[in-house]
């Protein structure tokens, strides 16, 4: 097939009749999108801990009340593999990476970075980024996050 769709690999039409609208859906819902992407964590207002996802209760000191925080969209490599063996469908190898936002532990892939263990360091520099996951049958775009070198 020798189309537009040939040059494109970064976003996976659904079917032929799929037509962006212009509408975004997040993957995750702690990632906002609009103008400046960015992560929000739930923040504990008694010790300051965050977490992506929803708790009852802050795991570090039981505290109940939490405010959305944004998390800065800059931080540095803590912690990084290279994930060569994926479920079917998952293009390997990818690079699965920690990254540290400013003091907020955060797990993305790093992307547009080749997966290789002398392109990829520790302390490394990354910034937050965004890419499409596909477009669905009414238009609706799924965007994912990953972390790119600066
Ligand atoms: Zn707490």
Redesign the pocket.
């Known amino acids: 097939m020798d189309d537009w769709r040939s040059s494109i690999t970064t976003v996976r039409v659904v079917t032929d009749t799929a037509t962006p609208t212009g509408a975004q859906v997040p993957l995750v819902d702690y990632l906002v999108l609009g103008a400046h992407p960015h992560l929000e964590a739930n923040r ?1 207002m ?2 300051g ?1 965050r977490f992506f996802d929803r708790r009852n209760a ?1 795991a ?2 039981f ?1 109940t009340e939490f405010e959305r925080v944004a998390i800065a969209t800059e931080g540095t490599v803590r912690a990084f593999t290279i994930v060569t063996f994926a479920a079917p469908g998952v293009p390997v190898p990818f690079v699965s990476a920690v990254i540290d936002c400013d003091g907020t532990s955060v797990r993305g892939n790093l992307v547009n970075v080749e997966p290789d263990p002398s392109k990829v360091t520790l302390h490394m520099p990354v910034r937050l980024t965004t890419y499409s996951m596909g477009i669905d049958d009414n238009g609706t775009e799924a965007v994912a996050f990953g972390f790119e070198p600066t």
């Open positions: 504990c008694s010790c801990a802050c570090s000191c505290g």
